[in-house]
């Protein structure tokens, strides 16, 4: 993934474990949003025990935040709209 000076990455969710992490970056990448995952080699290393180090992030585009948003939270629609294709 290439990265614009002009594009900033933002933090659109925190997980505690990298498998619901990599679930979600798919969907937002199946539907045309570009994102990243953040520390989640660390995750794996040092799993969360009330601490912050072993969070994974998922970053996205400041500009696609809207539209992240939107597909996570209607699964349905976006899985409809795969069908389709």
Same mark, same amino acid.
């Given at each position: ?5 002009? =594009? @900033?990455? +933002?933090?659109?969710?925190?997980? @505690? ?12 990448? #199946? %539907?045309? +949003?570009?994102?990243?995952? !953040? %520390? =989640?080699?660390? !995750?794996?290393?040092?799993?969360? #025990? %009330? #601490? #912050?180090?072993?969070? +994974?992030?998922?970053? +996205? ?7 992240? =948003?939107?597909?996570?939270? !209607?699964?349905?629609? !976006?899985?409809?709209?795969? @069908? =389709?294709?």
């Amino acid at each position: 993934m290439t990265i614009e000076k002009n =594009e @900033d990455l +933002v933090v659109f969710k925190i997980y @505690d474990d990298p498998i619901n992490a990599n679930i979600e970056k798919g969907v937002l990448e #199946t %539907n045309g +949003v570009k994102c990243m995952l !953040s %520390n =989640e080699i660390m !995750s794996n290393v040092l799993p969360i #025990t %009330n #601490t #912050t180090i072993g969070e +994974v992030r998922l970053l +996205v585009f400041k500009k696609d935040l809207k539209l992240a =948003e939107e597909i996570l939270a !209607s699964p349905a629609e !976006s899985m409809k709209e795969l @069908d =389709e294709e």
